[in-house]
């Protein structure tokens, strides 16, 4: 994802997103994790942009979704 969504639906579509590739891949690898982090970052921004465009549902997942890439390791840019 390059730019931040910009409506709710985008939004949503982008956290499913991120929770089948987690859901299908491996939360410790580095790639898998760089990538969902891009996401979440550019979903920061739209959050940061209009918070109306995320229900507290998406809340929820987005704070689960952070938690298990916390657990998981370091970003990938942070990997050594």
Known sequence: ???????????????????????????????????CEAVLSALRAAYRADRSLFSPETIAALQELRELLREAGPAADQAP
């Open 1 to 35: 994802m390059d730019s931040p969504p910009t409506d709710r639906r985008a939004v949503e579509a982008a956290v499913a997103s991120i929770q089948e590739r987690l859901a299908d891949g491996d939360p410790n690898d580095a790639a898998l994790r760089g990538s």
